[in-house]
């Protein structure tokens, strides 16, 4: 059977810089691999960051979103139908940091796919310094994600101290409660410099496996109040990238926004940008589009349009 994993977390976690990593060394391991990005949204990103992975022994598959959540349900099976007819060893889902985990469980366990896959590693991304000011929407989706992981991994810890790394954890320890889910992350965090990451962690991960915990469920997250923004066709410089997000995180008429990603024109070439409340990353790529996404929770698209729309 095709083992399949679950590379979950939160909006602006670094799921897709995870999933990267992870897949080399999966490669590196003589390893076939399927990559499926399983997002709401209509224009999907993070598939142009992990291109340079594709080839003989990789392929990429996206689920088109732009659609209601029985439609995706139809989509999402019917790719890994398409996988599992492939020949891959194991296939790595990455889905929106909004993906109720229900819909990965519930439909793996549907025919014909519950004869051609099985379940292997359930893995939760979060930021190192998650900070303590998450709405009980935004703690909700951090405890659904992280009850059924088999292992927690801390992003960004390079930037974190020693102290917030041990608040996030509790932090999540808390969300757990809120929702009543009794799950221990005792021995289940990994929590370094994901440039230190050896090949015993990452067979850690391979093999972590997931939990079956209960909690306290609510309604989709159609009803969650989160969304995204899109600005098509708009060039911008990495400096005016820069600028706007910050002008979009420090405005609170804005709604609460997470992340901003998308690209940059460098010249003749592309830059990666993408911003958190408390960092922005601009680095080259080998190719990109005129695109950036504001992702957040209660947007007012309004505000955030004339930020993004005003001329430098």
């Known amino acids: 059977m095709i083992k399949v994993d679950l590379v979950t977390g939160f909006l ?18 003589g390893q076939r691999i399927g990559i499926l990005e399983n997002d709401y949204g209509a224009v999907n990103v993070d598939m142009m960051l992990l291109r340079e992975l594709e080839g003989e022994n990789c392929g990429l598959d996206m689920v088109a979103g732009a659609c209601d959540a029985d439609c995706h349900k139809r989509r999402f099976k019917t790719k890994l139908i398409a996988l599992g007819m492939s020949g891959y060893d194991r296939v790595l889902i990455e889905p929106s940091g909004v993906f109720d985990i229900d819909e990965f469980f519930d439909t793996l366990y549907e025919p014909p796919l519950d004869r051609w896959y099985e379940i292997g590693s359930v893995v939760a991304v979060v930021d190192a310094n998650l900070g303590d000011d998450l709405s009980d929407s935004a703690d909700y989706l951090l405890a659904s994600q992280v009850a059924g992981a088999g292992v ?13 790394q041990v608040a996030t954890v509790r932090h999540i320890g808390s969300a757990l409660k809120k929702v009543k889910c009794e799950k221990s992350l005792e021995n289940r965090v990994i929590a370094k410099d994901w440039d230190d990451l050896t090949d015993s962690d990452f067979e850690r991960v391979m093999n972590c496996g997931y939990e079956s915990q209960s909690f306290v469920k609510r309604g989709t997250t159609d009803d969650s109040g989160f969304g995204s923004q899109y600005f098509l066709n708009r060039s911008f410089t990495a400096e005016e990238f820069a600028e706007k997000a910050a002008e979009a995180f420090a405005n609170k008429d804005c709604g609460d926004v997470f992340r901003v990603k998308g690209f940059a024109r460098d010249g003749d070439g592309w830059l990666e940008c ?36 005003r001329k430098a």
């Open 152 to 164: 927690v991994v801390l992003s960004k810890t390079q930037w974190a101290t020693a102290e917030e």
């Open 12 to 29: 602006g976690s670094g799921k897709t810089t995870f999933l990267k990593r992870y897949a080399k060394f999966l490669l590196g391991r």
């Open 274 to 309: 993408n911003a958190t409340r408390s960092r922005t990353d601009i680095r080259p790529i080998d190719c990109g589009q005129d695109i950036v996404i504001v992702i957040g929770e209660k947007l007012n698209s309004n505000i955030i349009s004339a930020i993004f729309d």
